[in-house]
């Protein structure tokens, strides 16, 4: 029968899967020597077993009772020990970090006998009543589901009775009733007695951690994070180690380097004689690293080679949990610390500087995603330097961020459900908040330092994120937040700069940021080792050039009819699609050559000898066309058409489906001389800049080829247009004529269309509708639910569907370099810059992806990482 717990002394780092990651780390450490309280893991089978029955089993009583005798031993306490009680802590650890979403229990051991045990043994009688008053707050809330609030209402009442500040001043005396008081609670609460067994409270413990795998603020985390729901959580009983035993006690956290910036110091925050969640919990705010030296050199010392001792060990930056006990210093935890996108760039690149990890392990490092997240605006510095802010707290997460203010997760909720930028405002947050932190541009909090819930939350999510802006005071009744005597009331426009810490009244301009410093340097490393190209969707000079600084190869696709939708260009195209005859569309197909031959020229000049894959008119014409009474009235003035006249026309283009109608190449077999006038104005670019001095080799790109005889057909109307022009001038062009593969009869006869055909590029979205037969336009109304039932994993016109679109592709690429062995294969659907799909793409032989300017450094990354 499996072992279903390990003594932390058993375990090691490879055993995330089984002890969790606190578990696996904890087990590590303790093999490292470091000092690591000693306990032992409950694994994750022990939770699947736990949430098949939803009762513990009998084999796992028994290895408990065995690792506690065990733990007895090794630390000379007892369990209801009236010299040396032994007291534990359970924690949660689940296989991938789920920081704040489960549950914890400390002090489990003390009842009313331990506690004077424990106020003997300390000299500290506070101390001991402190302790026990926690046990009763998170048992009671973790254990029965009483509200914190009810416990907390209770601390604050006798704090403002006494006229006492902070929970530091409440007296042995006042703790005792406390005490008293929150027993009270249960049994008002209906819950009967608090439990005077340690093993009872230790058995109810932990139910209660392996039921909070389920609760809704871990379904809701693991959604957002795409965690498995199977993979369960592992239990971990440890010694406690006492953090608020008095003045020579404390309680902290660090990172190896800082997790906002990623600069390379250890960056954290401890608060003397107060124990573990205080700190996370942002109810003091506590004080910098930095004091502790002055305050503890020695032990700062000490944490200060721990640290480095073990960002070595692992080899990435480490977020520590540590708690001091009377001048003794004590790991509680250590793991990969969550960082902003920014902070994951620099530390993987500095890494790599200092020799510590390799190039290939630095692209590994950093989320495609991530680089996606540091190309979102910052504030315009000319707008920014024109302001003043109306107070500042730390940059918890940076990022420029617009949005109405919020000041609690369910209104911040419902505001955005309905479409709303929100700016979530609080004293501080805690786990039940999820929801509404999940929705909001930024969040800023008033107390609470760069390790509270709201700071880690805010960068694991990207989100911009200022915390403990103590100005602020927010009144959750009145739903408004003040700072002095200004008011920031509910739905008013704030702005918020993650990287200054400052909170502005109103809306600040924002601009994009662009691929630089430690980025640039990462990209250029991932451009050595990707196999494929990255090139960009681009039909303006303006998005191209965002695109190129972006590092792209070329443009593997310009959708020539969103060229046509100017207002002086759709006179000319109606113009065109309405006139009767070929002597009619003469006219405004001159005007459309000059206009298109410009477009063409200011590509090409702005790629040099990048290439710029041109694909000839899609759409079906109606999209043209005017579609009610008023527009009817307005276009026929403009075109000078008698409205009868344009409504016949119009109804007679008008198609049942028109995605599966008169577009793409079709239109070139009933109307050649549109491709024809494309044609036309590419080599009239080409030819301009060969006088210039610049060699362009166009590709033109056919859409929605179906068939090798049509394929030859387009090929031949082009290269005919294109010879005609060439015999007119003095040049020797190369060129080439593709087709998009968006047909499922192309793929499967691809051999044969590759017989006409000079590249292949899939455009996935026309292959996904077809072989779904998905309308592209209408998903939405049924989508989400395909994907909430499980029905699909993902939306396969955002992450392509391996098994069926993808299987089709791997036939025509197969067939296709059976006949060209050589022939280049690009992606330029949506699913061009996925990084999933990227990954599927590098596996199956593509040539180069094709995405939206912005796509560009996402799928940089994502095609090194598909490489390595
Ligand atoms: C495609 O179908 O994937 C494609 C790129 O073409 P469009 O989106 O313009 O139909
Ligand atoms: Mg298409």
């Known amino acids: 029968m499996a072992k279903l717990i390990y003594e932390f002394s058993e375990g ?23 000092p690591v309280p000693p306990g032992f893991t409950l694994t994750t089978v022990a939770c699947h077993e736990y949430q098949q029955t939803h009762a513990l089993s009998e084999s796992l009583l028994q290895e408990l009772d065995q690792a506690l005798d065990h733990l007895s031993q090794m630390t000379h306490k007892q369990f209801n020990g009236t010299s040396q009680p032994l007291l534990v802590s359970v924690r949660s650890g689940a296989a991938i970090s789920m920081p704040g979403m489960m549950d914890t229990i400390l002090n489990i051991g003390l009842n009313d006998q331990t506690v004077t045990a424990l106020a003997t043994l300390t000299h500290n009688e506070r101390f001991a009543y402190d302790s026990y008053r926690r046990l009763l707050a998170m048992f009671g809330n973790v254990v029965y589901g009483i509200e914190e609030a009810t ?31 929150f027993k009270a609670i249960y049994q008002q609460a209906g819950k009967g007695e608090f439990p005077q067994s340690p093993k009872d409270q230790l058995l109810a413990a932990i139910n209660a951690v392996f039921e909070s795998w389920n609760n809704h603020r871990a379904q809701v985390y693991r959604q957002q994070n795409h965690i498995s729901e199977s993979l369960g959580t592992a239990v971990n009983v440890q010694e406690m180690v006492f953090g608020n035993a008095g003045d020579r006690s404390g309680t902290g956290v660090a990172f190896t380097r800082n997790p906002a910036t990623g600069e390379k110091k250890v960056f954290g925050e401890y608060l003397l004689n107060a124990q573990g969640e205080d700190v996370v919990a942002g109810i003091r705010t506590p004080q910098s690293i930095e004091v502790l030296q002055a305050e503890m050199p020695v032990i700062y010392d000490q944490l200060m080679t721990i640290a480095e001792k073990l960002e070595n060990h692992y080899q990435d930056m480490q977020d520590l949990e540590f708690t001091i006990e009377n001048g003794q210093l004590f790991l509680l935890q250590a793991r990969d610390g969550k960082r902003t996108p920014y902070a994951a760039v620099k530390i993987a690149v500095d890494q790599v ?107 694991g999510m990207g989100a911009t994120g200022v915390v403990g802006a103590h100005e602020i005071t927010v009144d959750y009744a009145a739903k408004v937040a003040k700072v002095g005597d200004q008011v920031i009331s509910e739905g008013d426009w704030v702005s918020v700069d993650g990287t200054s810490g400052e909170l502005y009244l109103g809306q600040i301009k924002t601009t994009s940021a662009g691929v630089k410093g430690e980025l640039s340097v990462l990209l250029d490393w991932a451009k050595d080792v990707a196999q494929m190209g990255v090139y960009t969707n681009a039909d ?85 066309l005017p579609h009610d009474e008023e527009e009817i009235q307005a276009v026929a003035q ?56 610049l060699e362009v080799h166009p590709h033109i790109m056919i859409p929605l080829t179906d068939s090798r005889s049509e394929m030859a057909w387009v090929r031949q109307l082009v290269t005919d247009e294109i010879d005609t022009m060439v015999a007119e001038s003095d040049l020797h062009l190369k060129y080439a004529v593709g087709t998009m593969m968006e047909m499922p009869r192309a793929c499967v006869t691809a051999d044969q269309v590759a017989e006409v055909s000079d590249f292949f590029s899939f455009g996935t979205n026309d ?7 998905y309308s592209r336009d209408d998903v939405g109304s049924f989508m989400p639910e395909y994907i909430k039932q499980g ?3 993902a939306d396969p016109f955002q992450t392509v569907d391996i098994e069926g679109v993808g299987a089709l592709m791997e036939i025509a690429i ?37 995405c939206s300017p912005y796509r560009v450094p996402v799928a940089r990354l994502a095609a090194a990482q598909a490489a390595l």
């Open 12 to 34: 090691n780092m490879s055993m995330r899967d089984l002890l969790g990651g606190k578990g696996a780390n904890l087990a590590e450490m303790t093999r490292l020597g470091l």
């Open 151 to 181: 416990f907390d209402q209770v601390l604050t009442a006798a704090k403002q009775a006494h006229g006492y500040q902070s929970d530091l001043e409440l007296t042995a005396a006042d703790l005792k009733q406390i005490v008293t008081a």
């Open 353 to 459: 500087a200092e020799g510590l990890i390799t190039k290939a392990q630095a692209l590994l490092r950093v989320s495609p995603e991530s680089v996606s997240a540091m190309l979102h605006p910052e504030f315009d510095p000319a707008v920014l330097a024109q302001q003043t802010p109306l107070t500042t707290g730390l940059p918890a997460s940076p990022g420029a961020a617009t949005g109405q203010a919020y000041f609690t997760a369910e209104d911040a909720k419902q505001a955005a459900d309905n479409g709303t930028k929100v700016v979530l405002i609080r004293q501080d947050t805690s786990p039940e908040d999820i929801d509404g932190m999940i929705v909001s541009q930024a969040i800023v909090t008033s107390r609470g330092g760069m390790t509270s819930h709201a700071a880690v939350v805010a960068r």
């Open 540 to 624: 303006t000079p303006q998005d191209f050039q965002k695109a190129l600084d972006f590092g792209a190869d070329g443009i593997g696709l310009t959708r020539t009819e969103h060229m046509f939708f100017k207002p002086e260009r759709l006179v000319q195209m109606r113009r065109l699609i309405l006139a009767e005859d070929a002597q009619g569309r003469a006219e405004p197909l001159a005007q459309l050559l000059q206009m298109q031959q410009e477009d063409f020229y200011q590509l090409y000049k702005l790629a040099g000898d990048k290439e710029v894959t041109i694909r000839l008119l899609d759409p079906p014409l109606h999209e043209f």
């Open 638 to 693: 403009q075109i000078h058409l008698a409205p009868e006249k344009l409504r016949e026309r119009t109804s007679a283009l008008k198609e049942l489906n028109p995605m599966l109608g008169h577009r793409g190449d079709r239109l070139a077999v009933t109307f050649p001389d549109i491709y024809q006038m494309q044609v036309k104005a590419i080599m009239k670019a080409v030819i301009r800049l060969h006088d210039e001095g």
């Open 767 to 773: 292959l996904t509708q077809l072989t779904f037969g």
């Open 791 to 793: 029905i699909l994993p």
């Open 814 to 850: 197969e067939k296709g370099r059976q006949t060209k062995p050589t022939l280049p294969i690009g992606v330029c659907g949506e699913v061009g810059g996925d990084p999933a799909s990227i990954n599927f793409f590098n596996a199956i032989g593509i040539t180069y992806v094709s």
